[in-house]
């Protein structure tokens, strides 16, 4: 009987998205990755149902890991390498990394990157405790945003996973006019409230024009 990952185009398979497309593995595939092996899905869904959460993964013991179905010595050992990895890269600090004190230094950083672009792209920057920018301004969505569109919590998640303090969120307007619209204010005070929730201050939401910009927050709109 094959097991889930033979029946799966190679296209599907949890290596080939992790190698081609990892931001858009679910949390299973990654660890069946990771896993290896012909019941690397199985063994990987079990872990998503034993433990819940990456957190608890994370804290879990070696035995712990090995009462999952199939997960044996080799591999509560290379999940925990790849998890401990993981938690060093989101303590690292580069001490040349910019910092991003005000609106004006989050816009000298994005209109060139955004100022020119012909669809709407939103990206957001993390920081750390002291306004440091973590690593690239991570792009979220391409072409027409609008508030269904927009998942809230994928805006946050570059700063769960980089244990991030806050978040700069920015989109460009292709007309070059960067008046927010009401869809902006709607999706600004949605994130806002989600960020609360998460512990991720959401400090502020520019809009790119040419050669401009707006912040959101200092106008009040959707904070």
Known sequence: MRTLVEAMPLRDRPAWRAEF?????????L?????????????????????GTLR????ATTEEIMSVEGAGPATAARLRAALELG?????????DAPVVGSPDDAAAILI?????????HLVVLVLDTRNRLIGEPAEIYR?????????VGELLRPAIRANGASIIVAHNHPSGDPTPSPEDVA????????GQLVDVEVLDHLV????????????????
């Open 21 to 29: 497309r990892p931001e858009h593995c679910n949390t299973a595939e």
């Open 31 to 51: 660890l069946a990755a990771i896993v290896g092996g012909k019941s690397q899905m199985e063994i990987a869904l079990g872990m998503v149902t034993r433990f």
């Open 56 to 59: 608890a993964l994370v804290v």
């Open 87 to 95: 938690r060093r890269l989101g303590t690292e600090v580069d001490q």
């Open 112 to 120: 060139p990157r955004m100022q020119h672009l012909e669809q709407e």
């Open 143 to 151: 072409g027409s945003l609008n508030q269904t569109m927009v998942r």
């Open 187 to 194: 999706i600004t005070r949605a994130m806002v409230q989600a």
């Open 208 to 223: 790119i024009g040419r050669g401009r910009f707006m912040s959101m927050k200092s106008r009040g709109l959707g904070f």
